[in-house]
């Protein structure tokens, strides 16, 4: 990736935490608690009022991931 992508993305998470402060702080807590074998679950509600939702449960790959991208992105 190079460099200049990579300032414009930092520029647009920061953008992200000003605008949605409480994500970051949700994420920070659910970083302490979750594990292999917990369960994710996430909708979304259209302005329309259709709602979608889905769930995972967290596998041992996905934690690898996680702690990967932490090191990527200094997250």
């Known amino acids: 990736m190079n460099p200049m992508m ?3 993305m930092k520029e647009m998470l920061e ?3 000003k605008n949605h402060p409480k994500v ?3 994420f920070r807590a ?3 608690n979750i594990g292999e074998g917990s369960v994710i ?3 979304v509600i259209s302005p329309e009022g259709k709602k979608i939702c889905t769930n995972m449960r ?3 790959d ?3 991931l996680v702690e990967q991208l932490k090191s990527l992105g200094g997250m």
Request: hydrophobic content about 50%; proline content about 5%.
């Open 15 to 17: 953008k992200f935490q």
């Open 62 to 64: 996905d934690l690898k």
């Open 41 to 43: 679950e996430m909708s």
């Open 6 to 8: 990579l300032m414009q």
């Open 30 to 32: 659910v970083a302490q």
């Open 58 to 60: 967290v596998t041992v």
């Open 24 to 26: 970051p702080m949700f």
